[in-house]
């Protein structure tokens, strides 16, 4: 025996095809180890058949060659074939280029790797078509009929290229051990049985089948030929077993593998009607006399050469096997047929009833290069040559495979130069030659594809020199538009292939046309960001050839590509890469004009060209809805960061994270944006200089392009399923101008903590959860966890308030609202389930600031929204205060000029009151009137601590009041003393105003009872 016991190594080409997948399957539940080396990266099998898949063009030596390492057995089934649909004059040239080049790289590699043993697939088309015409006796090929004629005289350039690649093979017969197998016509489940590729059996049974499906028309059968064409056919467990004895047998030379009792074409389709389970009178026979190709008249295997080195012969009848490979057709149709209607259904049922002649013709896919190009703006003309000389050695060098390769598709590139009419430079002739210098430039690298068009736009519109260039391309039937800058590098060899493919993986993964999408390159100067867009034809067919509106200028064209697609989830980087060597994140040659809104009007309306677009040409390409996530951060807290930009949106959802870096001298930067600005659903921006918290939202607005924004703190952590419970929230209420989510605290285990809590400045912060859940008017929320829809209503935070933040969340809310609410929407709603969680700020440690601050900037809102305001006639403790210090200041004069400090001692006894007021009148609030109110608080705190932190949330409630007052007098807004604001905004009703006065009320009757008290005293 040749092999060894033992697993082997299996290297199978086309082991995702027909007989190499049946192969693979056999091989690997033997336990060999088994590499699939194929095009195509599933096979027909739901089982897993091998080991590893390698997708791969064979026609690539590389790719062979790392495919054929530390393997020790090569199984060559791979090719560029078919019956008479495929395999005709026409294709001839194209099958012996595709399979010779395969066939060379592998047997190169395999010497190369040394590979033990190689199996070829090779054909019966191998012998002479002189021994296959008309004869009353039709011969049994053997063997050694290749040789029978004074030439050998295959059956065209394909069997000539089987029968060459036979020979090359022997030419290592003493280098590894060569197993050659010409198979005669294989058939069976998981074949070809529609498209033209299709054999005889499978062609015959797709057409019978088709006819008992729709019983109501013509009852015939199509036959190419006469029908007496003889075949010999043979199954496909058949095939695997023989295949699998020759690899263990010492035999090195050609053998066939088919059946040796053949039939007529005639004959077949008569099994194929039974096998559909109908009777054969009930159908006519409708021959194809026509052009179509047929082949030879008679072939036939002879196998008493496999009969006598390998004992063989064929286990099931052509008839099982026939039945077996119609039920598998049957359900395949079935497949195909489910879901369309009647007119559908009957159109596609009659494709089925016929075979197509098909030709293999490589698509050529042009990329057309928009290059707008100017003299202008260098240190001098000549060095708009030097970078377009540049551009043209890296376009050469990394299209040279593309354009040069065997294949599935062929890739050409055609450079569309833009240049300004006044742009004498660039005009001049090269010499007394008609081609312009920098055309005569260009043909030097090796670029003599180029098309010159002169563009007559004011200087630095280079975004209409791209449509004046993408236009012409699409007239010329351009596949892909490449919009380009003249100072650009590209580095990476293979991107035109990389593209292509990245098109075909997302008209795969989102149900899109071929072409629809948007792909960029990986721009080094900016990374993240999408600079050099790659559109498909399909879009200069949606927008009548123009790449992009008129309304841009010089900047904002590429994003716009790039968020319009991103609706439909058609937006992708690839990781091949360029270099921009002026402008990107870098300084333009020319003045940069933005296209103000943008992405409102002129991103909305060309949404809605597009959809309308599909609506008619592919109408189950579905839009997503888009949700941006912005977080401003000062501090970069990389840990909650990493939390945050690992959430995960659903399928239906795209979301980008924009972060506003606050602090542009955080030495966190640049470890951020090494860990994720390559991601460009990732964008990072750093302020020149410490805005705050609203300018920084402020700017995360702008650069978002969604229907939808999240607001997070740079300190919250998220819910993981934080992204899919806003989309569901949104979708529930489409109409709503936002969403406020619930952001909880940890568990309150210290008195500061729950002091906290308890004196109410945490209290919207999961209003989400107290509030009714068909609340569609919700007051407000904090915008550490808001969603809020992007629309143009001009509405931003506004920074007369703090930069820490303080009311900029209220005022946010309520003009957001007020615009919905206007325009025929609804206010925001509760989205309980949107959950994140906020940190005790420094970890719990006492501070009154935050909270003092806060309180300077929400009394604002007073002077804002008067309608949420009312006179409250009793005095807070921070007024008390403020007229304790004027009496005290009062005091000091009495004393200086009477000696009396009567004044004095009142001031300090309406001060001490006040403080024990307060802390007594809200002891009796929270352990007593309201104690159910905090049975709801996270708290894990008890007994004397408790009360503790009860006394403390009466000095925290102070010190909001006081900040309150002191923003009053700062803004000059003195006759707003005595005002306070409805934090419900009216959801409510009146009565937390009537609680918040009664609590007045009351605290100033106990600040009354005990200063009276203290005045007693010190009168005694």
Same mark, same amino acid.
């Given at each position: 025996?040749?092999?060894?016991?033992?697993?082997?190594?299996?290297?199978?080409?086309?082991?995702?095809?027909?007989?190499?997948?049946?192969?693979?399957?056999?091989?690997?539940?033997?336990?060999?180890?088994?590499?699939?080396?194929?095009?195509?990266?599933?096979?027909?099998?739901?089982?897993?058949?091998?080991?590893?898949?390698?997708?791969?063009?064979?026609?690539?030596?590389?790719?062979?060659?790392?495919?054929?390492?530390?393997?020790?057995?090569?199984?060559?089934?791979?090719?560029?074939?078919?019956?008479?649909?495929?395999?005709?004059?026409?294709?001839?040239?194209?099958?012996?280029?595709?399979?010779?080049?395969?066939?060379?790289?592998?047997?190169?590699?395999?010497?190369?790797?040394?590979?033990?043993?190689?199996?070829?697939?090779?054909?019966?088309?191998?012998?002479?078509?002189?021994?296959?015409?008309?004869?009353?006796?039709?011969?049994?090929?053997?063997?050694?009929?290749?040789?029978?004629?004074?030439?050998?005289?295959?059956?065209?350039?394909?069997?000539?290229?089987?029968?060459?690649?036979?020979?090359?093979?022997?030419?290592?017969?003493?280098?590894?051990?060569?197993?050659?197998?010409?198979?005669?016509?294989?058939?069976?489940?998981?074949?070809?049985?529609?498209?033209?590729?299709?054999?005889?059996?499978?062609?015959?049974?797709?057409?019978?089948?088709?006819?008992?499906?729709?019983?109501?028309?013509?009852?015939?059968?199509?036959?190419?030929?006469?029908?007496?064409?003889?075949?010999?056919?043979?199954?496909?467990?058949?095939?695997?077993?023989?295949?699998?004895?020759?690899?263990?047998?010492?035999?090195?030379?050609?053998?066939?593998?088919?059946?040796?009792?053949?039939?007529?074409?005639?004959?077949?389709?008569?099994?194929?009607?039974?096998?559909?389970?109908?009777?054969?009178?009930?159908?006519?026979?409708?021959?194809?006399?026509?052009?179509?190709?047929?082949?030879?008249?008679?072939?036939?295997?002879?196998?008493?050469?496999?009969?006598?080195?390998?004992?063989?012969?064929?286990?099931?009848?052509?008839?099982?096997?026939?039945?077996?490979?119609?039920?598998?057709?049957?359900?395949?149709?079935?497949?195909?047929?489910?879901?369309?209607?009647?007119?559908?259904?009957?159109?596609?049922?009659?494709?089925?009833?016929?075979?197509?002649?098909?030709?293999?013709?490589?698509?050529? =896919?042009?990329?057309?290069?928009?290059?707008?190009?100017?003299?202008?703006?260098?240190?001098?003309?000549?060095?708009?040559?030097?970078?377009?000389?540049?551009?043209?050695?890296?376009?050469?060098?990394?299209?040279?495979?593309?354009?040069?390769?065997?294949?599935?598709?062929?890739?050409?590139?055609? =450079?569309?130069?833009?240049?300004?009419?006044?742009?004498?430079?660039?005009?001049?002739?090269?010499?007394?030659?008609?081609?312009?210098?920098?055309?005569?430039?260009?043909?030097?690298?090796?670029?003599?594809?180029?098309?010159?068009?002169?563009?007559?736009?004011?200087?630095?519109?280079?975004?209409?020199?791209?449509?004046?260039?993408?236009?012409?391309?699409?007239?010329?039937?351009?596949?892909?538009?490449?919009?380009?800058?003249?100072?650009?590098?590209?580095?990476?060899?293979?991107?035109?292939?990389?593209?292509?493919?990245?098109?075909?993986?997302?008209?795969?993964?989102?149900?899109?046309?071929?072409?629809?999408?948007?792909?960029?390159?990986?721009?080094?100067?900016?990374?993240?960001?999408?600079?050099?867009?790659?559109?498909?034809?399909?879009?200069?067919?949606?927008?009548?050839?123009?790449?992009?509106?008129?309304?841009?200028?010089?900047?904002?064209?590429?994003?716009?590509?790039?968020?319009?697609?991103?609706?439909?989830?058609?937006?992708?980087?690839?990781?091949?890469?360029?270099?921009?060597?002026?402008?990107?994140?870098?300084?333009?040659?020319?003045?940069?004009?933005?296209?103000?809104?943008?992405?409102?009007?002129?991103?909305?309306?060309?949404?809605?060209?597009?959809?309308?677009?599909?609506?008619?040409?592919?109408?189950?390409?579905?839009?997503?809805?888009?949700?941006?996530?912005?977080?401003?951060?000062?501090?970069?807290?990389?840990?909650?960061?990493?939390?945050?930009?690992?959430?995960?949106?659903?399928?239906?959802?795209?979301?980008?994270?924009?972060?506003?870096?606050?602090?542009?001298?955080?030495?966190?930067?640049?470890?951020?944006?090494?860990?994720?600005?390559?991601?460009?659903?990732?964008?990072?921006?750093?302020?020149?200089?410490?805005?705050?918290?609203?300018?920084?939202?402020?700017?995360?607005?702008?650069?978002?392009?969604?229907?939808?924004?999240?607001?997070?703190?740079?300190?919250?952590?998220?819910?993981?399923? =934080?992204?899919?419970?806003?989309?569901?929230?949104?979708?529930?209420?489409?109409?709503?101008?936002?969403?406020?989510?619930?952001?909880?605290?940890?568990?309150?285990?210290?008195?500061?903590?729950?002091?906290?809590?308890?004196?109410?400045?945490?209290?919207?912060?999961?209003?989400?959860?107290?509030?009714?859940?068909?609340?569609?008017?919700?007051?407000?929320?904090?915008?550490?966890?808001?969603?809020?829809?992007?629309?143009?209503?001009?509405?931003?935070?506004?920074?007369?308030?703090?930069?820490?933040?303080?009311?900029?969340?209220?005022?946010?809310?309520?003009?957001?609202?007020?615009?919905?609410?206007?325009?025929?929407?609804?206010?925001?709603?509760?989205?309980?389930?949107?959950?994140?969680?906020?940190?005790?700020?420094?970890?719990?440690?006492?501070?009154?600031?935050?909270?003092?601050?806060?309180?300077?900037?929400?009394?604002?809102?007073?002077?804002?929204?008067?309608?949420?305001?009312?006179?409250?006639?009793?005095?807070?403790?921070?007024?008390?205060?403020?007229?304790?210090?004027?009496?005290?200041?009062?005091?000091?004069?009495?004393?200086?000029?009477?000696?009396?400090?009567?004044?004095?001692?009142?001031?300090?006894?309406?001060?001490?009151?006040?403080?024990?007021?307060?802390?007594?009148?809200?002891?009796?609030?929270?352990?007593?009137?309201?104690?159910?109110?905090?049975?709801?608080?996270?708290?894990?705190?008890?007994?004397?601590?408790?009360?503790?932190?009860?006394?403390?949330?009466?000095? =925290?409630?102070?010190?909001?009041?006081?900040?309150?007052?002191?923003?009053?007098?700062?803004?000059?807004?003195?006759?707003?003393?005595?005002?306070?604001?409805?934090?419900?905004?009216?959801?409510?009703?009146?009565?937390?105003?009537?609680?918040?006065?009664?609590?007045?009320?009351?605290?100033?009757?106990?600040?009354?009872?005990?200063?009276?008290?203290?005045?007693?005293?010190?009168?005694?």
């Amino acid at each position: 025996m040749a092999t060894t016991s033992g697993p082997r190594r299996f290297l199978i080409t086309g082991g995702n095809g027909f007989i190499g997948s049946y192969v693979a399957k056999a091989l690997f539940e033997q336990g060999h180890y088994v590499r699939i080396a194929d095009i195509k990266r599933t096979s027909y099998f739901n089982e897993r058949i091998s080991n590893e898949v390698l997708v791969g063009n064979l026609c690539d030596l590389s790719f062979c060659e790392s495919a054929a390492q530390s393997m020790d057995t090569i199984m060559h089934f791979a090719a560029t074939m078919g019956g008479m649909g495929a395999i005709h004059e026409a294709n001839d040239f194209v099958i012996y280029k595709d399979n010779s080049t395969m066939t060379f790289n592998l047997v190169h590699a395999a010497v190369h790797r040394g590979v033990q043993r190689f199996f070829y697939a090779s054909s019966a088309c191998v012998y002479p078509t002189s021994l296959q015409h008309h004869g009353t006796n039709p011969i049994s090929l053997r063997e050694h009929d290749v040789w029978a004629s004074a030439a050998p005289n295959p059956q065209g350039l394909y069997g000539l290229e089987k029968l060459n690649s036979e020979l090359l093979l022997m030419q290592f017969v003493e280098k590894m051990q060569i197993r050659i197998a010409r198979f005669h016509n294989i058939f069976g489940p998981y074949g070809a049985w529609v498209g033209g590729h299709e054999k005889a059996p499978a062609a015959q049974l797709r057409k019978a089948l088709a006819a008992h499906m729709d019983p109501d028309t013509q009852g015939e059968i199509e036959i190419w030929g006469n029908g007496k064409q003889q075949r010999s056919f043979l199954y496909i467990d058949n095939c695997v077993e023989a295949i699998l004895l020759l690899l263990k047998s010492d035999c090195n030379e050609p053998i066939n593998i088919g059946s040796d009792c053949s039939v007529t074409i005639d004959y077949l389709t008569e099994i194929a009607v039974q096998s559909a389970g109908m009777n054969v009178g009930e159908f006519r026979f409708k021959y194809m006399d026509d052009s179509r190709p047929v082949g030879v008249h008679a072939r036939n295997s002879n196998n008493e050469f496999i009969a006598k080195t390998l004992g063989w012969t064929p286990k099931i009848s052509l008839e099982a096997g026939m039945m077996k490979t119609a039920d598998w057709i049957r359900r395949e149709m079935k497949k195909m047929l489910d879901g369309n209607n009647e007119t559908a259904r009957t159109e596609l049922l009659g494709s089925f009833k016929t075979s197509k002649v098909i030709y293999l013709n490589r698509p050529i =896919i042009t990329f057309a290069i928009l290059l707008p190009i100017t003299s202008r703006g260098l240190e001098g003309p000549e060095k708009c040559l030097e970078n377009l000389r540049a551009f043209a050695k890296s376009l050469a060098r990394t299209t040279w495979r593309d354009t040069r390769e065997l294949g599935l598709v062929h890739f050409q590139v055609k =450079i569309y130069l833009g240049i300004d009419a006044n742009d004498e430079f660039l005009l001049r002739r090269a010499g007394n030659s008609e081609m312009l210098n920098i055309q005569l430039l260009l043909s030097e690298e090796g670029i003599t594809d180029v098309s010159t068009e002169i563009c007559d736009v004011p200087r630095g519109h280079v975004c209409a020199i791209w449509r004046q260039c993408a236009h012409r391309a699409w007239k010329e039937k351009a596949d892909y538009f490449v919009l380009m800058g003249d100072d650009v590098v590209l580095l990476d060899e293979g991107w035109m292939r990389d593209i292509h493919e990245q098109f075909t993986v997302i008209s795969q993964h989102e149900h899109v046309p071929q072409g629809m999408g948007c792909v960029a390159f990986t721009d080094v100067t900016f990374p993240g960001m999408p600079t050099f867009p790659v559109i498909h034809r399909i879009h200069m067919d949606a927008f009548g050839g123009q790449v992009i509106p008129k309304v841009f200028i010089n900047q904002d064209g590429d994003p716009f590509l790039f968020q319009l697609y991103r609706k439909w989830g058609c937006s992708r980087m690839i990781p091949s890469r360029l270099s921009n060597g002026i402008g990107g994140s870098l300084p333009a040659r020319y003045i940069q004009q933005h296209t103000d809104g943008w992405t409102f009007g002129p991103l909305a309306d060309a949404a809605s060209a597009l959809e309308k677009s599909l609506a008619t040409s592919f109408p189950t390409a579905t839009r997503k809805m888009t949700l941006d996530v912005v977080i401003p951060s000062y501090r970069v807290l990389l840990p909650f960061l990493d939390a945050i930009l690992a959430l995960k949106e659903s399928p239906t959802c795209e979301t980008m994270f924009i972060i506003i870096i606050d602090n542009p001298h955080s030495s966190k930067i640049i470890e951020l944006e090494a860990k994720y600005a390559h991601r460009p659903d990732i964008r990072i921006r750093v302020n020149e200089s410490n805005l705050g918290a609203s300018a920084s939202r402020n700017r995360g607005m702008k650069e978002s392009a969604a229907d939808w924004i999240l607001f997070l703190d740079d300190d919250v952590t998220p819910q993981d399923d =934080i992204l899919v419970e806003a989309e569901k929230a949104i979708r529930s209420n489409p109409r709503a101008a936002g969403f406020i989510g619930n952001t909880f605290f940890p568990v309150a285990s210290t008195i500061f903590t729950n002091a906290v809590h308890l004196a109410g400045v945490t209290h919207f912060w999961d209003i989400a959860a107290k509030m009714p859940q068909n609340e569609s008017d919700m007051p407000w929320g904090v915008t550490a966890n808001l969603i809020a829809r992007r629309v143009q209503d001009g509405v931003e935070f506004d920074l007369q308030f703090p930069k820490t933040g303080g009311g900029e969340d209220i005022d946010f809310c309520r003009k957001k609202r007020d615009f919905s609410v206007a325009h025929g929407g609804k206010g925001f709603c509760p989205a309980p389930r949107v959950v994140a969680t906020h940190p005790w700020w420094s970890n719990g440690q006492r501070s009154y600031w935050r909270f003092y601050m806060w309180s300077k900037g929400d009394g604002g809102l007073i002077k804002l929204y008067p309608n949420f305001t009312y006179l409250d006639h009793t005095p807070n403790s921070a007024e008390l205060f403020l007229i304790s210090t004027a009496l005290t200041i009062l005091g000091v004069f009495t004393y200086l000029f009477t000696r009396s400090s009567v004044v004095f001692l009142v001031s300090m006894g309406l001060a001490i009151a006040t403080v024990i007021a307060n802390i007594a009148h809200d002891m009796y609030r929270h352990l007593w009137r309201d104690m159910n109110r905090t049975k709801a608080l996270r708290s894990s705190l008890r007994g004397i601590g408790w009360a503790v932190a009860v006394a403390e949330s009466a000095l =925290i409630r102070m010190a909001s009041e006081g900040g309150r007052l002191i923003g009053l007098f700062e803004r000059g807004e003195i006759m707003l003393i005595g005002h306070r604001f409805d934090w419900f905004t009216g959801r409510a009703g009146n009565g937390p105003m009537n609680e918040e006065i009664m609590n007045g009320q009351q605290r100033m009757a106990l600040v009354a009872l005990i200063f009276g008290v203290l005045c007693f005293k010190f009168c005694c």
